[in-house]
Nanobody, 126 residues
Framework: QVQLVESGGGLVQAGGSLRLSCAASGRTFSRVAMGWFRQPPGKEREFVAA????????YYADSVKGRFTISRDNAKTMMYLQMNSLKPEDTAVYLCAAAQRTYKEPTRAAADFGSWGQGTQVTVSS
């Protein structure tokens, strides 16, 4: 099991940038895919981005492609989400998640992620 803590959220104007961090503890971090999800106010949780356990493959929701970049540092057991050109519709609680199965490519399904952080609020003003 991986324990996760997000940080880096805040209030930013449209067009601005934020960098989210996810600190992980647990022996399996380097062996599992990781992902970012978000939950806008009053809406369902949605996939944002994911990265394979070896960092070779990244996946993005169409709504963030070209603006967000996911990365990880297995030596530091950290994952990041660089968010540029933020829009008001990016406002949400952002959660990091660790996949349940080791050495598997990530999916976009929340059900395939077994460990979750508490989330960090990102608010983009217009």
């Amino acid at each position: 099991q991986v324990q996760l803590v997000e940080s880096g959220g805040g209030l930013v104007q449209a067009g601005g940038s934020l960098r989210l961090s996810c600190a992980a503890s647990g022996r399996t971090f380097s062996r599992v895919a990781m992902g970012w999800f978000r939950q806008p106010p009053g809406k369902e949780r949605e996939f944002v981005a994911a990265i394979s356990w070896h960092s070779g493959n990244t996946y993005y929701a169409d709504s963030v492609k070209g603006r967000f970049t996911i990365s990880r540092d297995n030596a530091k057991t950290m994952m990041y989400l660089q968010m540029n050109s933020l829009k008001p519709e990016d406002t949400a609680v952002y959660l990091c998640a660790a996949a349940q199965r080791t050495y598997k490519e990530p999916t976009r399904a929340a059900a395939d992620f077994g460990s979750w952080g508490q989330g960090t609020q990102v608010t983009v003003s217009s």
